[in-house]
């Protein structure tokens, strides 16, 4: 081979080890700080998720009223379907109230035992019973008491049959909210925050109670009938006058029970 076309491998670079970082005095403390803090903050969560099993008193009281102003309540038992579903120790409580009008009103308080499935959002069941959710939105009730209680507000609608093989559509005011221990909301996702920070930091496991309060539209059911509007003002009233009954924040003191 020709000296000069020869090439040469370059030897490799010495390889160099690289210089390790001793940790100083103020490093070294700030890291075992550091851990301790870690340590610290594990230890408190562990000893305030103590004892989360145990169920707090509910914020309401499993009593309605057999009359409201000029509305007349009669007691409704627990159907077939509810008692296969719900949890053994889910407290049901439902009252329909009828005026001289012929107008009609269903109040029900669901109360939660110690599983939480008896209580959910009610948008989830309402379409498998044929209902059509409509354009709702939140409402704030003045109470008596000078608070303010935030409801839900469902438009439904659907075709009922009002007699063989004759169909109509009717409509339907559906208003609901959640009650756990000194705490309402309209909010399903605020009730499951607080139900999972109260639990931790609180201590506190609420038994959550949902309450229903609803209507048919009267004008969807005969001539002359409630509009949409005069039924909704129909169940705030009937919600500011029945909520002192049963929602202890409401309710005077020595009547609250436990």
């Not at 010495?14 to 803090?37: D, H, I, N, Q």
């Not at 914020?59 to 038992?77: A, H």
């Not at 009717?170 to 756990?180: D, E, P």
Request: contains cysteine; hydrophobic residues 35%; aromatic residues 6%.
């Amino acid at each position: 081979m020709n000296a000069s076309t020869q090439t040469h491998a370059m030897p490799d670079p010495p390889e160099t080890e690289t210089p390790r970082r001793s940790l100083s005095p103020a490093g070294f403390v700030a890291r075992l700080l550091a851990a301790m803090a870690a340590t610290a903050i594990t230890i408190g969560f562990c000893l305030k998720a103590a004892n989360l099993n145990t169920i707090s008193e509910p914020g309401v009281v499993m009593t309605l009223p057999d009359r409201i102003g000029d509305f007349t309540g009669r007691k409704e038992v627990m159907s077939e379907s509810e008692k296969r579903i719900l949890p053994g120790d889910t407290e049901i409580l439902r009252k329909r109230y009828t005026n001289s009008f012929g107008d009609q009103i269903t109040c029900s308080i669901v109360l939660s035992g110690g599983e939480k499935r008896s209580i959910h959002r009610p948008e989830i069941c309402l379409p498998s019973q044929g209902w059509i959710l409509g354009a709702g939105g939140k409402i704030s009730v003045p109470l008596a008491s000078g608070r303010t209680l935030e409801v839900t507000d469902l438009n439904l609608s659907r075709q009922a049959e009002i007699q063989p093989g004759v169909f109509r559509p009717i409509r339907s005011q559906f208003l609901y909210w959640f009650v756990g221990k000194d705490i309402t909301t309209s909010d399903h996702m605020v009730r499951i925050l607080r139900t999972s920070w109260d639990r931790v930091y609180h201590k506190i496991n609420h038994r959550w109670a949902y309450v229903l309060v609803t209507s048919l539209v009267g004008d969807s059911l005969r001539e002359g009938g409630m509009t949409d509007e005069q039924t909704l003002k129909m169940l705030e009233k009937f919600i500011r006058d029945i909520v002192p009954f049963f929602q202890k924040s409401e309710m005077p003191p020595e009547t609250r029970g436990s």
